[in-house]
């Protein structure tokens, strides 16, 4: 949850999109080795090819009516293609965890489970048995190290600041290879429609996953609760009347 909430403020405002933009005018590096990082690869990579005169090299991802918006700075002229694939690698990584989450959150208030967790969900990890949480910090582990094999050059300690952070040449942000139901287009137009069709539907669900942990955070109830609460308030009815001694209800 704190990396969807963080993801909200940094990586969903670097909206990237392919329109024209002259990335001479300044010069700003995240490193003191950027230049290297611009070094582009020659061939295409799901049909995208790094171009050096578009705003964040001509990754997909805007629409209207915002079309190309970066209000930090994120993309600005100067930033080397490594940052830049960095930076969508995290954009695309926190809306796919805050889309789960946004699922998690409805149906993990709805259905107990085997463990018969109750609650908000901001509350129910720490119902968890010791053994399932274990086993699930294993598996997110494992999915993470799995993910920087795939898209991380290997850190070399005798030449780290060549190394580290950085992304390889012939990968695609966020594309590690996992597609059990065969959605991956092979065109590259396709590609890029798809892939502005999940950074958006990643973008919103940062959003609603941020709004739905401050909500509970605030009022200690569940989703539907609190939508059952402004029904009745909304309906003149005192959501309050039933409640007894408690503090909560």
């Known amino acids: ?7 909200t403020f940094i990586t969903a405002s670097t909206a990237f999109a392919p329109s024209r933009s002259n990335r001479a005018g300044r010069v700003l590096y995240s490193t003191a080795d950027a230049p290297a990082d611009d070094a582009m690869p020659m061939a295409a990579i799901n049909g995208w090819v790094p171009d050096e005169n578009e ?12 079309g190309f918006f970066d209000p ?4 600005q002229d100067g930033i080397g293609l490594n940052e830049i694939k960095r930076n969508r690698e995290a954009e695309v990584m926190h809306g796919r965890v805050a889309m789960v989450a946004s699922v998690g959150y409805l149906a993990g208030e709805a259905v107990s489970g085997p463990f018969h967790i109750v609650g908000p969900a901001n509350d129910q990890l720490q119902q968890m048995p010791t053994p399932a949480f274990a086993l699930l910090t294993g598996l997110i582990a494992a999915a993470e190290l799995n993910r920087a094999r795939i898209g ?15 992304l390889r040449d012939n990968y695609y942000p966020g594309d590690i290879g996992f597609d059990p139901l065969g959605l991956k287009p ?3 137009e396709s590609f890029k429609n798809m892939q502005t069709r999940e950074l958006q539907n990643g973008r919103l669900a940062m959003l609603g996953v941020a709004g739905m942990c401050a909500q509970e ?3 200690h109830r569940g989703i539907f609760e609190t939508f059952e609460f402004y029904s009745k308030i909304y309906s003149g009815v005192n959501p309050y009347e039933t409640c007894g001694d408690a503090i909560i209800c």
């Open 1 to 7: 949850m704190k990396l969807a909430i963080f993801s």
């Open 55 to 66: 705003p964040c090299f001509g990754l997909p991802g805007a629409i209207a009516p915002t």
């Open 72 to 75: 930090l700075g994120f993309a």
């Open 152 to 166: 991380w050059v290997e850190p070399d300690v005798f030449s780290w600041s060549k190394t580290l952070w950085k």
């Open 186 to 188: 092979t065109d590259a």
């Open 217 to 219: 955070l605030v009022n």
